[in-house]
């Protein structure tokens, strides 16, 4: 059977399949479209209780969220004085957002933040991809494999950098003394003391720091495709590549999306390796909007600078936030209709 | 600020004063030596006078009773409580000093029963920030021991109280007045010196007889030494300079300013007899001569650590100690660093590490067309202001009566025992003075280094200079980025702009 073929009959049959799944679970769940307009008081009303169990965390996120991004966004309009005092701060409207914009540096640090972030989440997430796709098979040991592979994942993302730096280490680093050994390079390799090499050194620690939480996330995901379907796949006569392409993957489409945004989200923030391993160095090389947000904030005492820096942060991280939610929702969605 | 940079200030006029010979004078009439005409208008500290002959001569020539000193201060059944933040000893640290350290409280405890005391030993890369962080919070200790460096940028901020010699009964003459600058913001005393060191240029003489150099002669300048690091990588494949260059790091600029100093150049103008600080020295041609001699060693000849852009000292001294890196910059305590991790070798490890010990060499740092120059380091202890305290409150007489402790003759000895040199000048003629001169090789190199010492500028803008300027030229510089005239001019630029306001 042509592969295109294979692959059209097969999703058609998957498309049957999901209707018929919805349609149950609507039958079941006797689920239609929410209320809006004048029963909103009456449906918060009925639900008093879940308001009264959220409201503790509500009430914790208030303080320990909503107030410091309040005061961030209140200072990034001022120039602060080096002792944050507040008779000592003057309002400078979008100065500090215009500094920030128009520095040099930020079009550096932005090239860096997208490579850091690009290269870290979409190698990470297809060595979890492929793990997990391993992993989901049975096979003898699979359990040990299983547990070493989450190593990295566990072990202090602190320690990891110092441990990391010494591999690296341009003079005495393992891989340095291993590739004169073998006769590679006749003398060690400068990973992280050379502006074109850092970076993705830095890519490659971070990816292996990361991978199991991408593998972790989508072998739950595999768990939950429906092994009929496979069977089903394969009496059609799918093969391998038919049946991950139209069975595995739209099944693991949710959780690929919320993985890759928090991985994402988790990757802009990424500021312990690049900071233990090179402070953002040499040169600037390594230097990602975050740890140039600490650097301008804690380093050169500029908080309304690093606030304005950190606003902008956060309408990025806002709108990734926002597919965030949008993922979220469309996979419970899915799951009421 | 606006004093500072709008003519002549209250502070400089202060410090002028204080620079005068009168502090100097009295420490000289305390001493009984002719300080008052020679004395360093920098540090106060005069060369012809702190020979390592005189400072031997004065040693044990002083008894010395802390509690009874201490109990005309606060008396000693005083029942109080203080918080305490310091850098001290971590695992890296001899033997020596973490003894003492621990006999230190311990010598507190029984002599101020009384005094509940919560203490914190930071790390020297993390505590500025936390020290930072912390008084922004309202969360500072009420005494912390900072580096020399780090205080006015508190006094500055107005987190400091006002507290010096005198509040912890010595007098203003006890200390170099050279430390008494670096507690000093606008004319008022914002510390107690805790003490006072100068680092010296240490070599491994079998390594340089194996690159065909006098193994017992330090370069004397620092043309030579990037001639002798050279000499060294070719002839033996080693290391030559154990170079650091690590941005945001204290490390730094302590081996990069001397160099800068000694062919002229700095950071502003902190190396000239009468600084104003105003001057911007950055792109001058003396740091320019300093930056290209980094570059010549790192691009150049490769005659460096490759990994010196990401190194900080501790990276040097295990290469140093197997016997991988021939020179490098370092305060007098390495020698007892390298004597305790060699102790603590086994197999052929201990046979190299003993061997590298022995060779081991102590100089005086090398000069440059215009000086020899090296920083004035030290620590101070400082009392912050009760509403940055964690509480609001602060006990001021527990205050007092640790830092007469912590700074009397006895304690800023021994806590300087194989590092440093208590900063009250009595310390010199105490019993434990004579007792590490004679236990701790090369100390006297290093006190030798004293009269040509030079504190960093004595500015809040200083830290930011030091510890993201400057490194950052230099990495700007050795990684192409930029040339070494746009590297210097770059970081001019930004530091006319600190003094500017921006």
Known sequence: MPAALAAGAFQDYEDRYQVAIATSETAATGASPAPRGPNLLRRIASHWADYIYVAPALGVMLLV?????????????????????????????????????????????????????????????????????????????????????????????????????????????IIGALSMQLHLSDRPINFLDNTHTVLASLIVVNVWKEFSFAMIMLLAGLQTVPDQLHRAAMVDG?????????????????????????????NLNGFTIPWIMTGGGPAGASDIWITQVYQIAFGRIRFGTASAYSVILFIIMMVLGYFYVRALGGKDDGRSE | MTSRRGGPSAFELNRRKFLGYTAAAGAAAWLGSPFEAFADAKTGVDSTTWTPDYIKSIAGTLDIDTAA???????????????????????????????LEKEFFEAFAKTYPNIELDKQNLDYNQML????????????????????????????????????????????????????????????????????????????????????????????????????????????????????????????????????????????????????????????????????QLYQMYVVDKSVPASALTNTQTENEDPFLAGNLAMMISHPTEYAYMLDHAKKATGADKEMADKVVADMRYGLMPKGSKRRAVVFGGSNVHVFKPEF????????????????????????TKLAWDSSNPSNFRGFKSKWMKQRLDQIKFLNVTTSMLPYGIPFPVIPESTEVMNIIVPNMIQNALTGKMTVADAAEDAAKQANGLLSGM
Request: hydrophobic residues 45%; glycine residues 10%.
């Open chain 1, 65 to 173: 969220i909503g107030y410091p991004v309040y005061y961030t966004v209140y200072l990034s309009f001022f120039r602060t004085s080096p002792s944050l005092s507040m008779n000592d701060i003057s309002f400078t409207g979008l100065d500090n957002y215009i500094t920030v914009l128009g520095s040099s540096s930020f079009r550096d640090v932005t090239v860096n933040t997208i490579i850091w972030t690009v290269f870290s989440t979409a190698i990470a997430f297809l060595l979890g991809l492929g793990a997990a796709l391993a992993l989901n098979r049975e096979f003898l040991g699979r359990g040990l494999i299983r547990g070493l592979l989450l190593i990295p994942y566990v072990i202090s993302a602190v320690a990891a950098s110092y441990v990391w730096r010494w591999i690296y280490h341009s003079d005495y680093g």
């Open chain 1, 238 to 266: 799918a093969g391998p590549w038919d049946r991950f392409w139209h069975v595995t993957m739209p099944h693991l489409k949710g959780v690929t999306i919320v993985t890759i945004l928090l991985m994402v989200v988790a």
């Open chain 2, 69 to 99: 000193e201490c109990a005309k201060v606060v008396p000693l059944d005083y029942k109080g409580k203080l918080t305490y933040w310091w850098n001290g000893t971590n695992q890296s640290s001899p033997d020596i000093d973490k003894q």
């Open chain 2, 129 to 292: 920030d936390k020290v930072r962080t912390a008084a922004l919070g309202n969360a500072a200790p009420m005494v912390a021991r900072l580096p020399i460096l780090w205080g006015v940028e508190f006094a500055a901020k107005g987190q400091l109280q006002e507290f010096g010699p005198t509040d912890a009964g010595y007098p203003l003459e006890e200390y170099w007045p050279g430390a008494m600058k670096s507690v000093t913001w606008q004319g008022k005393t914002y510390g107690v010196p805790t003490n006072n060191e100068t680092m010296a240029f240490i070599w491994n003489s079998a390594i340089f007889k194996a690159a065909g150099l006098d193994p017992e002669k330090a370069p004397d300048t620092w043309d030579d030494v990037v001639a002798y690091s050279k000499q060294i990588k070719d002839k033996t494949g080693k290391n030559g300079f154990g170079l650091v260059a690590r941005a945001n790091a204290g490390n730094t600029p302590f081996r990069f300013m001397p160099q800068a100093w000694a062919n002229g150049g700095g950071a502003f103008d902190e190396a000239e007899d009468t600084p104003t600080y105003q001057k911007v020295y950055l792109n001058n041609d003396g740091t320019k001569e300093a930056l290209q």
């Open chain 2, 389 to 412: 305290v964690d509480g609001g409150k602060v006990d001021s007489m527990a205050a007092k009566a640790f830092i007469a402790f912590l700074t009397g003759p006895e304690w800023s």
